[in-house]
């Protein structure tokens, strides 16, 4: 039974992950400050982890939340393109700084293994489709620079001082537990909102533009996987994602489909910060991890219209 660290396991995919992490039978401790995650994820296992509730950005925080620790799993962030352009200092301080604890501690107490969470978004708007790891990043938001700085800083430590992280990028995650209440929520749950709550949909830009949406349970494998991934993993970067594409207006119209309710489109222009197009490369991960897509797009938006609705 291995004993494992979620930075940020209330937040979406975290609470995601230490669900998946109990159901393997592993001891799970959770470290976060409920600024963006909520209790109500871990809820229903609540008396089944270790809760600190605590702050990456406090040194002493992350060393006690590392006692007896074997694996870190690190989801914690500010995780808002528009959010870090509102405030880019407490994003640098959260996402670099933090993660720059976590790393130097986990170092210092013989972590095992260092998975760390980063985005799709260090891509920005290198127009090469699909984005394969090896690309020249361009970051367009503070969100994204903080993130790659992140992945640098994990490989850094892999390199200098031996420590086996492994960094997952993250293309456009959606599923159960991601709130739809923000003002810096995410697309998806918006959708499903303007469904509940017979409402139009905000779209920023005219609705062609593309992503890699990924159902979070394909994330969660993605995790689950690190943990036994072999020496080639270590210090490298992984995309995580289901390697296709749908457009913004095709998404609306899949969900209005499958929801019986017309969803009326309201469009204003892009926001700074926002990519055009996005897809992912995923023949390393399949390659060296053994990584497949376990939920292709539309059966996730089925699934999430369960949860949602």
């Given at each position: 039974?291995?004993?494992i660290?979620?930075?940020?396991g209330?937040g979406?995919?975290g ?10 039978n592993?001891?799970v401790?959770v470290?976060?400050?409920?600024s963006?995650g909520?209790r109500?994820n871990?809820?229903?296992?609540l008396n089944r982890?270790?809760l600190?509730e605590?702050d990456?950005r406090s040194?002493?925080t992350v060393?006690?939340s590392?006692k ?6 690190h989801?914690a962030?500010?995780?808002?393109v ?8 407490t994003?640098?301080?959260v996402?670099i700084v933090?993660?720059?604890n976590?790393l130097?501690?986990s170092?210092?107490?013989n972590?095992?293994?260092f998975?760390?969470a980063?985005s ?10 699909p ?5 020249e990043?361009k970051?367009k938001?503070p969100?994204?620079l ?10 850094i430590f892999?390199?200098i ?6 960094s997952l990028?993250?293309f456009?995650?959606?599923g159960?537990n991601?709130?739809p209440m923000?003002?810096y929520?995410?697309f ?5 909102s ?6 139009f949909?905000?779209i ?5 533009q593309t992503r890699?949406?990924t159902y979070?349970?394909n994330?969660v ?8 991934a ?12 289901c390697g296709e594409?749908?457009s913004v ?6 969900v209005s489909?499958i929801?019986?309710?017309k969803?009326e489109?309201?469009?204003?222009p892009?926001?700074?910060?926002d ?5 992912a ?5 399949k390659?060296i991890?053994k990584?497949?897509?376990l939920?292709?797009?539309k059966?996730?938006?089925k699934?999430?219209m369960?949860?949602?609705?």
């Open positions: 039974m291995a004993k660290l979620v930075t940020g209330a979406f995919i609470s995601n992950l230490v669900k998946a992490l109990l159901e393997d592993n001891e401790r470290l976060d400050n409920f963006t909520k109500e871990i809820l229903p296992f982890i270790e600190v605590g990456i040194y002493h060393m006690l590392l007896d620790i074997d694996y870190v799993f989801q962030a500010l995780p808002s528009p959010r870090s352009i509102n405030d880019p200092i994003t640098n301080d996402n933090g993660t720059l976590l130097q501690c170092k210092d107490m972590i095992k293994r998975i760390f980063s799709s978004s260090i891509y920005g708007d290198n127009p090469i489709i984005k394969v790891e090896t690309l990043p970051p938001s969100y994204a903080t993130k790659l700085t992140g992945e640098y800083y994990s490989s892999y390199k001082y031996g420590l086996k992280t492994i990028r993250y456009n995650v959606f159960e991601q709130d923000s003002q929520s995410a998806i749950p918006k959708v499903f303007s469904v509940k709550n017979k409402n949909i905000t920023f830009g005219d609705g062609n890699d949406f979070v349970s994330v494998h993605a995790n689950i996987l690190s943990l036994k072999s020496e080639e993993a270590f210090g490298e970067v992984f995309n995580v994602a594409r749908i207006n095709e998404l609306v119209e899949y489909t929801t019986g309710y969803i489109k309201k469009y204003l892009p926001r700074a910060g990519v055009r197009d996005s897809m490369d995923i023949e390393k991960i390659r991890m990584y497949d897509v939920v292709r797009v059966e996730g938006l699934k999430s369960e949860f949602y609705l």
